[in-house]
């Protein structure tokens, strides 16, 4: 997946806060993505992203690749053959490979290995440009059509496939390019004839495409409610995303609250494949992920080992947060304030029972002078004053529960000091809440038969 911070058009965001991306596998959204939708899931959101058909490939069987190029007119030309090479797990990657003369000879070229496990060439890119040796008196105003053919050792898998020159038309070198892509025996053959523009290549370089994929004309992403909030925007809108030296379009497909990784942020989420396509063909052959998120993972240890870099796990951050150096003082004040708590309960209690009990001294001599017996004195005592424990025990659960409901989410803050994304959610332990009021009853319940009791029998 990718994390990073994008340009928008022309806007860079507010003070402190950049617009994000964040692209992913958007088919696995359902299983990595956290948060919650109203409405909707992760799952339907990805499915709005996803670039369709998996593109076309060339398995490869070894690191040994014949290019042949050739040009009518004009001076020599150099081309530098570019390979996106996608591994087994789809992780795409560039190799380079040593440059060529298009002298109309047939050259066996090598630079790839190790190739990873399950190696396919997704897209190559032939970045062309004048023989430094070529003599200045031959560079004219001609257009001249270069041939190009190259061979790779593999399996085709697929036909669909798309040439086309790389960069802004006005400005190419290299137009009218059209190409193939045919099998012949054990290799594949990538064909392809263009026109050059001698002079302009004495300026700029040229570039020629292909891919195993159509090229996409935007690229559909979701945004955070806070982005759309300050862009104005929504389904169906358009804009520009800066990656490097290259412009992305990006139409909006939906909006959600916030997006994984940089809640409460201006941010645009969009799925990596059709990000990485979009890139191909403006000739960013590099990788455009930084870091991997992995759903349920088996062991998550053992990430520790694969030399991937700092590794960060749910588990992990939840015992941080929750009894981590900065979050000590909490649980230090609950086991604090617990029995602080009931200490001041029972003995409050009591006292309120024996000062009560004592003013009415002579009530209760007089109820036994009128042969009312102790058991039956003791029950109204209990009776009373019990009540009164039972209807303090309910209102403090009421007061509690409003106060857990209005002041609780507002005291949970982020790292970030901010509110968290998602909105905290209450939620009610019902088990351990009975199992407290049912044993703060029960104790209020007995040390007012203890004292009303020893009462009684003075």
């Given at each position: ?17 950049p ?9 696995e ?38 290019l ?5 007119e ?5 081309l530098?053959?570019?390979l996106v090479?996608?591994d ?24 790839c290995?190790p ?7 997704v ?10 040796a ?6 004219t ?5 270069m041939?190009?053919q190259m061979?790779l050792?593999?399996?085709?898998e697929?036909?669909t ?8 038309d ?10 193939e ?8 053959v ?11 290549l004495d ?10 994929f ?30 490097g ?6 139409e909006?497909?939906?909006?959600v ?53 700092e ?17 000590v ?18 003995g409050?209690?009591?006292m ?25 004195v ?5 009776a ?20 857990a ?14 509110a968290?994304?998602?909105?905290a959610l ?6 351990p ?18 004292v ?7």
């Amino acid at each position: 997946m990718l994390e990073r911070a994008v340009p928008v058009g022309q806007w860079l965001g507010g003070t402190g806060e950049p617009p994000h991306l964040v692209a992913l596998d958007s088919t696995e959204a359902g299983t990595v993505l956290r948060g919650r939708i109203p409405g909707s899931s992760w799952a339907a959101v990805g499915a709005g992203l996803t670039p369709g058909r998996a593109p076309s490939a060339v398995k490869l069987d070894a690191d040994r690749y014949v290019l042949k190029a050739s040009s009518q007119e004009g001076p020599q030309l150099l081309l530098t053959p570019r390979l996106v090479i996608e591994d087994a797990s789809g992780l795409r990657g560039a190799c380079t490979l040593p440059p060529v003369l298009a002298d109309g000879k047939a050259h066996e070229i090598t630079g790839c290995a190790p190739l990873p496990e399950g190696a396919k060439v997704v897209a190559m890119a032939a970045d062309v440009e004048l023989d430094p040796a070529a003599d200045p008196d031959d560079i004219t105003p001609i257009v001249s059509t270069m041939n190009l053919q190259m061979r790779l050792p593999g399996v085709l898998e697929g036909e669909t496939w798309s040439a086309k020159e790389s960069g802004a038309d006005q400005i190419a070198p290299v137009t009218g390019v059209r190409g193939e892509v045919t099998s012949s025996g054990a290799d594949v053959v990538l064909t392809v004839s263009a026109s050059t523009k001698i002079a302009d290549l004495d300026y700029v370089n040229g570039s020629i495409m292909v891919t195993g994929f159509e090229r996409p004309d935007v690229v559909p992403v979701a945004v955070s409610q806070h982005f759309a909030d300050l862009l104005g925007t929504g389904p169906g809108k358009r804009f520009d995303l800066s990656l490097g030296i290259n412009t992305v379009p990006v139409e909006v497909t939906t909006v959600v609250p916030d997006v994984p990784s940089v809640p409460g942020r201006a941010a645009v989420l969009a799925d990596i494949d059709t990000l990485s396509r979009a890139l191909i063909v403006r000739g960013d052959l590099s990788g455009v992920g930084n870091a991997w998120w992995v759903g349920d993972p088996d062991d998550p240890g053992a990430a520790a080992g694969l030399g991937l870099g700092e590794v960060t796990t749910r588990d992990a951050v939840h015992r941080e947060l929750s009894s981590g150096p900065l979050r000590v003082g909490v649980p230090a004040a609950l086991i604090v304030l617990v029995p602080a708590v009931l200490l001041l309960a029972v003995g409050g209690l009591t006292m309120h029972i024996v000062s009560d009990l004592r003013v009415r001294a002579a009530e209760t001599q007089r109820l036994r002078s009128l042969g009312l017996p102790r058991s039956a004195v003791r029950g109204l005592l209990l009776a009373q004053h019990g009540g009164l424990v039972v209807l303090l025990t309910g209102a403090g659960i009421a007061v509690g529960a409003l106060a857990a409901r209005l002041v609780g989410p507002l005291l949970i803050r982020s790292d970030l000091g901010a509110a968290p994304a998602p909105e905290a959610l209450l939620v009610w332990p019902w088990l351990p809440e009975t199992l407290w009021i049912v044993g703060l009853l029960g104790l209020g319940l007995v040390v007012v038969r203890l004292v009303a009791q020893v009462q009684v029998r003075r």
